[in-house]
């Protein structure tokens, strides 16, 4: 439902109470308090049938009696109360409310459903927004908003935090309170049966009270919406998460290695990863990151200047930032100069500027003033320890005067406790992130250091696939068809290396045979040597029992080999259903890495791409990363950089770099077979080979199932639609290719771009626009397909093969309500036709995907876009403040 009404539960004009009450301690009565006590300026309606007035309001019997319609209305009823309090509220013409009360799952409505999924039904008749149930509450501060049964309000700042835990949720007020770190919302989501996580980050995303968002993180419901909306604002602003439930057993059930390595909180690991969403790990983490949200300014860069008192916690300083992978700024020659200037000989003369124990304020004021002027400097920690010698609040002083017009971002950590409180307590007045510890200012520093970097990894431009490439998907989906219908859920090896070749994965040639003769009989059609393996549905990790014996050179090695293998499988695995022996070409390449590649099936984020060190030890090992499809080469790449076996498959002292390309592009290609064929359930490359000549798969094992469903419920994110791709033909003959953007595209899209006039470029960009730069670039060709889509038209052949003539490109609201267009066709290519083509086929697309109008913004001098518009049937109204034409086209309306 996405932000759907939203509006009235988190900015609502007026407040009904259900279940308010004077009894003290009760939760209506709380709720009535803090209503009242938070400064809230609409009506606050009370209802209850026994009371007069609650907290001094006057009340209302039930819900028919109020005399307006609320907004939003707080149930705190008893669970039989809920049905007939949502029934009332529903007639009423609410439109929002926050379900305080719980077990609703557990008790049943009627014979067919519980008092929560009748809630939910009342809910969706209407499309009336629902909090919880069993939830804290909400605070906006910013309207004077305590919709909660807290015991602790909050101010008014621009971070919002959301969680699952309202025990959180009350430990994170208290720890605010006492810092004076206020909230633009804070949102106890309880058990997310309508509003949840993505709903909420689309709302907070367009917010503009809201600079940061912070999330506390139990189960994640409806994934595509989380990354999608995810996605979208961390473009704007940091997304923090923290995680319970991190460690779950289980894995050893599964049928693949890839399966006992891919654990839920891996998984969910590569999901926040690919939305921009930055983990922390503790509390004390997110407390840490929390303060410096709301204290810092922009980040300029990633090196860290140092001043201290003391050379002990300055090194601490820089330990904990090495171990994070941080920068440590080097001091100029001239603010080395400065320095010596003005403080003791004995001082450092390095980062850390360790300024000496007895430093006052003054020497702290000075030695600040140079630090910053150093170009090498982003952002300062200043350091102080106590001493019997220094006063620490008036050390905070003087830091606090050094730094006021200071456009760097600062950071304090006086050690300590009590003697440092107040000078604490100087810092948290004068808004400047402060920490306890010189390990958690590092942290909270590193923190935003690792989401800038997230973001320009997530915006860099992906290389193109170097190998054009068409799978054989109708094949290799009639392959594990064949399987499945003759009642099996594994493929044989030979069945699964078939697959795999249908998508350009390269695999050692694999024979099945029925017996110990036939085995024979093959390995000499193969040619010694080669490799026997047991082959068995029943047998999941065939070295476990002996079932794979390599380098058989003869006739008699083999035949001793099977019989054996067999022997042993029948006292190991009495039960095991042999269906005979697998003979492989033996592959022989000194040197070679072992590798594993795969992909498993999250009940949560749906398939699962993994890669790590591979062999017999791989699951000792244990060294793995994993990523979700689709991938591209960008993509893969990182997946691979994220496994320590990636420093050994560079290359070192003698040893040879492998071919990572190829390496990436199998990976790519696992993905594209991941995406087409949904019924893979798990799949395993182990060992893939790996040398400078290439990979090959000495192994693979595929587990399928018949019950495929759509994309969009298997895939956690939307694939590039292929289907979309189209062939055309203008009618003066000239031909082109109508396709999807894809992220590939940015350097032809800058090719594009470069070949407009002035005038193009105006009547796009309502002015002048040189070159667009690479961020804003990544938005335009790096598109979530959930929500936008742009078409390309592309000339398939002769001299200008490849370039863009045309383009059209939509962003659609959360709530598929409207699509905004956007549409540059060449200057030498207008009057063709091409404009018109783009436009209905955007239109098209976007009457299929549901969305309700078609609309844009056109200057009055664009006489052809405005002629074009009129003929396909917009309406369209002057705007005299932004002096443009917005034009309108209704989609749905022949919708019966």
């Known amino acids: 439902m996405s932000t759907i009404n939203l509006d009235h539960l988190f900015k609502p004009k007026s407040v009904a109470v259900i279940g308010a009450s004077n009894r003290p301690h009760s939760v209506g009565q709380v709720i009535m308090r803090n209503l009242l006590a938070g400064g809230f300026d609409g009506p606050i309606m009370p209802v209850n049938p026994r009371s007069q007035s609650?907290?001094?309001?006057?009340?209302?019997?039930?819900?028919?009696?109020?005399?307006?319609?609320?907004?939003?209305?707080?149930?705190?009823?008893?669970?039989?109360a809920v049905i007939p309090t949502m029934e009332c509220l529903s007639a009423k013409g609410c439109m929002a409310a926050i379900v305080l009360t719980a077990g609703l799952g557990a008790e049943q409505y009627d014979e067919t459903r519980s008092i929560k999924q009748a809630?939910?039904?009342?809910?969706?008749?209407?499309?009336?927004?629902?909090?919880?149930?069993?939830?804290?509450?909400?605070?906006?501060?910013?309207?004077?908003?305590?919709?909660?049964?807290?015991?602790?309000?909050?101010?008014?700042?621009?971070?919002?935090?959301?969680?699952?835990?309202?025990?959180?949720?009350?430990?994170?007020?208290?720890?605010?309170?006492?810092?004076?770190?206020?909230?633009?919302?804070?949102?106890?989501?309880?058990?997310?049966?309508?509003?949840?996580?993505?709903?909420?980050?689309?709302?907070?995303?367009?917010?503009?009270?809201?600079?940061?968002?912070?999330?506390?993180?139990?189960?994640?419901?409806?994934?595509?919406?989380?990354?999608?909306?995810?996605?979208?604002?961390?473009r704007n602003k940091p997304i923090l998460c923290i995680k319970s439930g991190r460690f779950a057993e289980g894995a050893a059930a599964a049928a693949s290695h890839t399966g006992a390595l891919a654990g839920a909180d891996d998984v969910f690991d590569a999901a926040i990863k690919r939305a921009g969403v930055l983990r922390v790990y503790t509390v004390t983490e997110m407390f840490s990151a929390a303060e410096t949200l709301s204290r810092m300014r922009p980040f300029r860069g990633d090196k860290l200047g140092i001043i201290t008192n003391g050379g002990g916690i300055g090194v601490l300083a820089v330990?904990?930032?090495?171990?994070?992978?941080?920068?440590?700024?080097?001091?100029?020659?001239?603010?080395?100069?400065?320095?010596?200037?003005?403080?003791?000989?004995?001082?450092?003369?390095?980062?850390?500027?360790?300024?000496?124990g007895d430093a006052p304020g003054e020497r702290y004021a000075k030695s600040i003033d140079a630090v910053l002027k150093d170009p090498n400097i982003d952002s300062l920690l200043v350091?102080?320890?106590?001493?019997?010698?220094?006063?620490?609040?008036?050390?905070?002083?003087?830091?606090?005067?050094?730094?006021?017009?200071?456009?760097?971002?600062?950071?304090?950590?006086?050690?300590?406790?009590?003697?440092?409180?107040?000078?604490r307590n100087l810092f948290y007045a004068a808004g400047i992130p402060t920490y306890r510890t010189p390990e958690n200012a590092v942290a909270a520093f590193q923190h935003m250091v690792n989401y800038r970097k997230l973001q320009e990894v997530l915006m860099e431009t992906p290389p193109s696939v170097p190998q054009d490439f068409t799978p054989e998907t109708d094949k290799a989906r009639q392959i594990i068809h064949t399987a499945i219908h003759s009642g099996r859920d594994m493929l044989t090896e030979p069945e699964a290396k078939a697959v795999l070749e249908c998508y350009?994965?390269?695999?050692?040639?694999?024979?099945?045979?029925?017996?110990?003769?036939?085995?024979?009989?093959?390995?000499?059609?193969?040619?010694?040597?080669?490799?026997?393996?047991?082959?068995?549905?029943?047998?999941?990790?065939k070295s476990d029992v002996g079932g794979v014996v390599l380098n058989i050179d003869s006739d008699e090695e083999l035949r001793a080999a099977g019989n054996k293998m067999l022997r042993t499988v029948k006292q190991k695995f009495p039960n095991a259903r042999v269906r005979g022996f697998t003979v492989q070409e033996m592959i022989k390449r000194a040197g070679a890495r072992e590798l594993i590649v795969g992909m498993t099936t999250d009940p949560i984020f749906g398939p699962v791409i993994l890669f790590g060190h591979g062999g017999v030890e791989v699951e000792v090992v244990r060294d793995r990363a994993m990523a979700l499809p689709p991938l591209n080469m960008k993509l893969a790449r990182e997946l691979v950089e994220g496994t320590r076996i990636y420093n050994l498959l560079r290359g070192y002292r003698d040893v040879p770099p492998v071919n990572l390309e190829q390496l990436y592009v199998t990976l790519v290609r696992l993905s594209q077979l991941v995406v087409h064929l949904g019924e893979v359930l798990e799949l395993d490359m182990n060992p893939l080979l790996i040398d400078q000549t290439g990979v090959i798969a000495l192994d693979a094992r595929i587990k399928v199932t018949p019950k495929v469903v759509s994309d969009d419920q298997r895939l956690a994110i939307h694939p590039y639609p292929r289907h979309l791709k189209q062939e055309l033909i203008l009618d003066d003959g000239t031909k082109y290719l109508l396709r999807p953007i894809k992220p590939e595209d940015e350097p032809k899209h800058y090719e594009f771009m470069?070949?407009?006039?002035?005038?193009?470029?105006?009547?796009?960009?309502?002015?002048?626009?040189?070159?667009?730069?690479?961020?804003?670039?990544?938005?335009?060709?790096?598109?979530?397909?959930?929500?936008?889509?742009?078409?390309?038209?592309?000339?398939?052949?002769?001299?200008?093969?490849?370039?863009?003539?045309?383009?059209?490109?939509?962003?659609?609201?959360?709530?598929?309500?409207?699509?905004?267009?956007?549409?540059?066709?060449?200057?030498?290519?207008?009057?063709?036709?091409?404009?018109?083509?783009?436009?209905?086929?955007?239109?098209?697309?976007?009457?299929?995907?549901?969305?309700?109008?078609?609309i844009g913004q056109v200057l009055p001098d664009n006489r052809r876009m405005l002629t074009l518009c009129e003929k396909l049937g917009f309406s369209r109204k002057y705007l005299a403040d932004e002096e443009v034409f917005e034009v309108t086209l209704p989609l749905q309306r022949d919708v019966a």
């Not at 206020?182 to 995303?205: A, N, Q, T, W």
């Not at 350009?504 to 009989?521: F, H, Q």
Request: net charge negative; glycine share 8%; hydrophobic share 40%.
């Open 383 to 423: 350091m102080h320890a106590p001493t019997a010698i220094t006063d620490p609040v008036e050390v905070a002083q003087g830091v606090i005067n050094a730094i006021k017009d200071s456009r760097k971002n600062i950071l304090t950590n006086w050690v300590g406790e009590a003697t440092v409180a107040k000078a």
């Open 119 to 234: 809630m939910l039904d009342i809910a969706a008749r209407n499309k009336m927004r629902l909090l919880g149930p069993n939830c804290l509450g909400l605070m906006v501060p910013g309207i004077g908003l305590n919709a909660s049964f807290s015991h602790q309000s909050i101010g008014s700042g621009k971070i919002a935090f959301v969680s699952q835990s309202g025990a959180l949720c009350t430990a994170v007020l208290d720890w605010a309170a006492a810092r004076g770190i206020g909230f633009s919302h804070f949102i106890s989501l309880g058990e997310c049966d309508d509003v949840d996580f993505g709903d909420v980050i689309d709302y907070l995303g367009s917010d503009p009270n809201t600079r940061a968002i912070m999330l506390y993180i139990e189960s994640i419901q409806e994934r595509r919406g989380f990354i999608s909306a995810a996605r979208a604002a961390s």
């Open 54 to 80: 609650i907290g001094g309001v006057l009340a209302y019997p039930d819900v028919e009696s109020l005399p307006v319609v609320p907004e939003l209305a707080v149930i705190c009823v008893p669970p039989q």
């Open 319 to 356: 330990d904990a930032l090495i171990e994070r992978h941080g920068q440590l700024a080097k001091l100029e020659d001239s603010t080395i100069d400065a320095l010596s200037s003005v403080l003791p000989s004995t001082w450092s003369h390095a980062n850390p500027v360790d300024i000496i």
């Open 754 to 854: 470069s070949k407009l006039t002035p005038e193009d470029i105006h009547f796009r960009f309502f002015g002048s626009v040189r070159e667009l730069p690479h961020s804003e670039m990544a938005r335009q060709t790096q598109l979530d397909y959930d929500r936008d889509m742009a078409f390309l038209a592309i000339v398939p052949n002769g001299p200008e093969e490849g370039e863009i003539h045309g383009i059209v490109q939509v962003v659609i609201d959360p709530n598929n309500e409207h699509a905004e267009y956007a549409i540059m066709v060449r200057s030498d290519i207008k009057g063709r036709g091409l404009g018109r083509v783009l436009m209905e086929k955007m239109i098209e697309y976007c009457r299929q995907k549901g969305t309700e109008t078609f």
């Open 504 to 541: 350009g994965i390269n695999t050692v040639k694999t024979v099945a045979a029925e017996s110990v003769d036939d085995a024979v009989e093959t390995a000499n059609a193969i040619g010694y040597p080669v490799a026997l393996k047991i082959l068995s549905d029943d047998i999941s990790h």
